[in-house]
């Protein structure tokens, strides 16, 4: 749900750096998580998303890795381009029930690429 | 694929009349549709599940009787802002999912967003 009294946690990097944003999730029972980026004005864009079976998952220039012990998920921006800028939201999607297809938000990462 | 559509994508209206927006799975059809809300620098607080064909599930707190959710069809939902106050200015923002065609159908594909101003 919705971040209260909070500001948005914010990573600066160079352009071309690596970036690890992290999220730590709140249901030990999710079996699903997508990492979602949001520009400005626009709506979030999915970007990766990831089973509770796995810990690893590779797309083009991102990775997302899954920490089940400590219900903590981080995205890898590889060589991170200044269009990378914008907010990234982990989601959950705990399972079963009424609440299944609904997502948990986390309270987003602020991402600034320098160029 | 996975294209939802917003419309319109901002509205200015004054206080005490109705707005309406409109959510669309352009490529998919979309058993089940989320409306949300967003405020400045926040995260995505969850208003309403809509499901085609039957009442729409409003999360605690959200008053059904001022979001007024209609899903007509699997490709359709819309969310009445009624007697709108300059408190429900924000960005409204709509996402729809389906087990159909590959998809996950825990992934939800999110609209552009609408940003409404209540003078």
């Known amino acids: 749900g919705e971040s209260v009294g909070l500001h948005l946690p914010t990573l600066s990097v160079q352009e071309g750096d690596n970036s690890i944003i992290n999220c730590a999730y709140s249901n030990s029972a999710s079996d699903y998580f997508i990492w979602y980026k949001q520009e400005s004005g626009k709506g979030p864009q999915f970007i990766i998303d990831?089973?509770?079976?796995?810990d690893k998952r590779q797309g083009q220039r991102v990775t997302v890795l899954l920490n089940k012990t400590v219900k903590h998920l981080s995205l890898q921006i590889a060589a991170t381009q200044p269009g990378d800028s914008a907010v990234y939201f982990c989601a959950e999607n705990p399972p079963g029930g009424t609440s299944y297809g609904k997502l948990t938000f986390g309270q987003g990462t602020i991402l600034t690429v320098h160029p | 694929g996975a294209v939802v559509s917003q419309h319109p994508s901002r509205v200015i209206c004054k206080s005490g009349t109705s707005v309406k927006i409109e959510c669309r799975s352009l490529?998919?059809?979309?058993?089940?549709m989320f409306w949300y809300r967003q405020f400045p620098k926040k995260s995505l607080m969850l208003m309403a599940t809509?499901?085609?064909?039957?009442?729409?599930?409003?999360e605690q707190g959200v008053e059904k009787d001022k979001f007024l959710i209609n899903h007509a069809s699997l490709t359709l939902s819309t969310l009445t802002v009624t007697s709108a106050h300059p408190e429900d200015s924000s960005f409204y923002i709509c996402?729809?999912?389906?087990?159909?065609?590959?998809?996950?159908?825990?992934?939800?594909?999110f609209g552009p967003g609408t940003r409404l101003l209540v003078l």
């Open positions: 996402s729809a999912n389906s087990g159909t065609g590959g998809m996950r159908q825990e992934t939800q594909y």
């Open positions: 809509s499901n085609e064909g039957s009442k729409a599930t409003y």
């Open positions: 490529d998919f059809q979309a058993t089940t």
């Open positions: 990831i089973r509770s079976n796995m």
